[in-house]
């Protein structure tokens, strides 16, 4: 059987100015303007979202679950990139 889907393609959004960018779903797109378009149609066609990224899933990679502990472990070792080992100066305010 002949694959006859379009590329698919993932879809981020943005839902106001200096918002983080969120993964809201996919679409299928022959190329980069078409799937922005759907994107548009699909997922910002009531005004929620004020910027679209529109990346190909083939050019996404990710981290298997099986490499969760010897992947992140390196990060673990750094205790000073925790803030509770930092003293605050005097007159500082803290929020």
Not at 28 to 46: G, I, K, L, S, T
Not at 61 to 74: E, L, N, T, V, Y
Request: charged letters at 20%; zero cysteines.
């Amino acid at each position: 059987m002949a694959d006859t889907q379009l590329p698919l393609w993932e879809v981020f959004t943005q839902a106001g100015h200096g918002a983080p960018h969120e993964h809201a779903g996919s679409v299928h797109a022959a190329d980069a303007e078409q799937a922005m378009q759907n994107a548009r149609d699909v997922y910002a066609r009531r005004g929620e979202a004020v910027s679209l990224w529109v990346v190909p899933s083939s050019a996404i990679i990710a981290s298997a679950p099986g490499d969760a502990g010897p992947f992140f472990d390196p990060g673990n070792d750094k205790a000073y990139r925790h803030p509770q080992f930092y003293k605050v100066p005097r007159g500082v305010r803290v929020f």
